[in-house]
């Protein structure tokens, strides 16, 4: 069965921590992974997409991904996080269908 | 707009009533997706529509539930008889064509739906 599984409903770090929120995903095909913001009041917004090539994916914000296939992975990271990346994320898994398959979620809540 | 809208933004309503949201693509998108959030889920499919083509209503939860889109603009997403069960946000997303893999798709702000 194709999923997506967030470990982390919540996870609270203070303003300039490093970050890494999980992704593991479950698909019979070769994965196009996502992961996407979304803050109050706003949609989606997209912050990268692994395809294929380089494993390690740069995206907006400063965030970055690394796919390991071996693990089944797609974990988002950030070296150092600012009070506005307080947000929920949510990691997803698309292939060649045309339907996008998400996680639960992960609340991201910063501290000064 | 330069974006997805969608409305409303909130909308209350009593068990059993019938409810319509709108959702407005960004003009030229042939593509268009309708998605339900649970409060602590994911996103889960719901619909999509390409151009004229046949819509993939693969997603939809029960028959209460339909949608319709004219060609490549508004589409409409319909519940009758609502439920409490249905209580989430509804969010739509569009693309300049069908494929998630490699068009960016652009969300809405989605419609919280209340179910009293």
């Known amino acids: 069965a194709q999923s997506v599984t967030q470990p982390d409903i919540h996870i609270t770090v203070s303003e300039g921590a490093s970050l890494e929120l999980r992704c593991n995903y479950s698909?019979?095909?070769?994965?196009?992974l996502f992961w996407y913001v979304q803050s109050p009041g706003q949609g989606l917004q997209l912050l990268l997409k692994y395809f294929s090539g380089d494993t390690l994916v740069q995206g907006i914000k400063g965030f970055e991904a690394e796919f390991k296939r071996s693990q089944s992975s797609f974990n988002l990271r950030k070296p150092s996080v600012h009070w506005s990346d307080a947000a929920e994320y949510f990691c997803?898994?698309?292939?060649?269908?045309?339907?996008?398959?998400f996680g639960t979620g992960t609340r991201l809540q910063v501290f000064p | 707009g330069a974006g997805v809208s969608q409305s409303p933004s909130n909308k209350v309503t009593e068990k059993g009533k019938d409810v319509e949201l709108r959702c407005d693509p960004i003009?030229?998108?042939?593509?268009l997706y309708w998605y339900r959030q649970r409060l602590g889920q994911g996103l889960e499919f719901l619909i999509y529509?390409?151009?004229?083509?046949?819509?993939?209503k693969s997603g939809l939860p029960s028959d209460r539930f339909s949608a319709e889109r004219t060609g490549e603009s508004v589409s409409t997403l319909t519940i009758q008889r609502t439920q409490q069960e249905d209580s989430a946000v509804y969010l739509c997303?569009?693309?300049?064509?069908?494929?998630?893999?490699?068009?960016?798709?652009?969300f809405g702000p989605g419609t919280r739906l209340t179910v009293l």
């Open positions: 529509f390409q151009g004229n083509s046949a819509p993939d």
């Open positions: 698909y019979g095909a070769t994965p196009y």
């Open positions: 997303d569009s693309s300049l064509v069908s494929g998630v893999s490699y068009n960016e798709q652009f």
């Open positions: 997803a898994v698309g292939g060649n269908t045309d339907k996008l398959i």
């Open positions: 003009s030229g998108h042939t593509a």
